[in-house]
């Protein structure tokens, strides 16, 4: 099992910057990829940045492009998301996700989900 701890979020101005952090403990030997991802109220769950755990750049949604950075530190087990020049349609829940072999193809571990609100 891996267990997924996120911290951050919170309510900013248009334009502002937030930052979310997650942690990651437990059978972390066995993940092979992380990633964050949202929905909002009324929407599907979309990917917003993934990334192997070990090696390569993140894939990014295009609408966040240039705005938000995702960071790994697969030594730490620490998967961060900073999110600038925020936007009210990044309004969503936001939920940190883990993939390891048991899952398939897809993430099978994922946070209890944070809150980011951007106001207008």
């Known amino acids: 099992q891996v267990q997924l701890v996120e911290s951050g979020g919170g309510l900013v101005q248009t334009g502002g910057s937030l930052s979310l952090s997650c942690v990651a403990s437990g059978r972390t030997s066995s993940i092979y990829a992380v990633g964050w991802f949202r929905q909002a109220p009324g929407k599907e769950r979309e990917s917003v940045g993934v990334?192997?755990?070990?090696?390569?750049?993140?894939n990014y949604l295009d609408s966040v492009k240039g705005r938000f950075t995702l960071l790994r530190d697969n030594a730490k087990n620490t998967v961060d998301l900073h999110m600038n020049r925020l936007k009210p349609e990044d309004t969503a829940v936001y939920y940190c996700?883990?993939?390891?072999?048991?899952?398939?193809?897809?993430?099978?571990?994922w946070g209890q989900g944070t809150q980011v609100t951007v106001s207008s």
């Open positions: 996700a883990a993939a390891t072999p048991e899952g398939g193809h897809g993430y099978n571990f």
């Open positions: 990334v192997n755990w070990r090696y390569g750049s993140p």
